[in-house]
């Protein structure tokens, strides 16, 4: 079940930058971690970036540090991932998601998740 809407993504060429946006409950944003994951074609889900309940503490995967933000703004119940320097490698499918961690180094992670945004298909050319 989607609870929580997701805006953003699309084309991109390397070089350039998006912003992912995704809309939950006060609630949800209140008493959970948020968690930005993407799936690319033919491989797993992997996290992305996650902030803690507080929005605190940032956690950023390897492959996107210094080229990912998160962050989110309490005013509008909204969680961004704002992508730097795109690379083709980072074409996927991109899920926000309410978990009880902002990071867990468990490659099913994101199975302890809920609150799953719809998806937003991010798509970066060479």
């Known amino acids: 079940q989607v609870q929580a809407v997701q805006t953003g993504g699309g084309l991109a060429q390397a070089g350039d930058s998006l912003r992912l946006s995704c809309v939950v409950s006060?609630?949800?944003?209140?008493?959970?971690?948020m968690v930005w994951f993407r799936q690319p074609p033919g491989k797993e889900r992997e996290f992305v970036a996650g902030?803690?309940?507080?929005?605190?503490?940032?956690y950023i995967a390897e492959f996107a540090k210094g080229r990912f933000t998160i962050s989110r703004d309490n005013a509008k119940n909204t969680l961004y991932l704002q992508m730097n320097s795109l690379k083709p490698e980072d074409t996927a499918v991109y899920y926000c998601?309410?978990?009880?961690?902002?990071?867990?180094?468990?490659?099913?992670?994101?199975?302890?998740?809920?609150?799953w945004g719809q998806g937003t298909q991010v798509t970066v050319s060479s």
């Open positions: 902030l803690n309940r507080a929005g605190l503490s940032a």
């Open positions: 006060r609630r949800t944003l209140a008493d959970n971690a």
């Open positions: 998601a309410a978990c009880p961690r902002a990071y867990d180094s468990s490659r099913s992670y994101f199975e302890e998740c809920d609150s």
